[in-house]
Nanobody
């Protein structure tokens, strides 16, 4: 089993930055990890992924995903926030190990945190 606990969300003004955290525990060995978000009235979408071999990708240059091995914690740094970034942000862990391809497909991720809310005001 995998347990994920997100934190770091909040209310910020446009142009600001946030660093979201996801504390992971359990069977995360060699699994990929990702960040997703869901805005009100919209479907959940992937924003950044870290593969099992450590390679990363994000949908916007303002998003940076990273992982601290010592703390077993995944991070998402978001810079230059704007109103479109308002959403619930979730971290997730892949179902398979050795995931070496980027996908950001919800179906590839079987373990989810409870989410952390980000609200951006102008």
């Amino acid at each position: 089993q995998v347990q994920l606990v997100e934190s770091g969300g909040g209310s910020v003004q446009a142009g600001g930055s946030l660093n979201l955290s996801c504390a992971a525990s359990g069977d995360t060995d060699r699994r990929a990890m990702g960040w997703f978000r869901q805005a009100p009235g919209k479907e959940r979408e992937g924003v950044a992924e870290m593969l099992s071999d450590g390679r990363t990708s994000s949908v916007k240059g303002r998003f940076t995903i990273s992982f601290d091995n010592a703390k077993n914690t995944l991070y998402l740094q978001i810079n230059n926030l704007n109103a479109e970034d308002t959403a619930m942000y979730y971290c997730a862990v892949s179902i398979v190990r050795r995931k070496w391809w980027f996908s950001l497909r919800e179906a590839d991720f079987g373990y989810w945190g409870q989410g952390t809310q980000v609200t951006v005001s102008s």
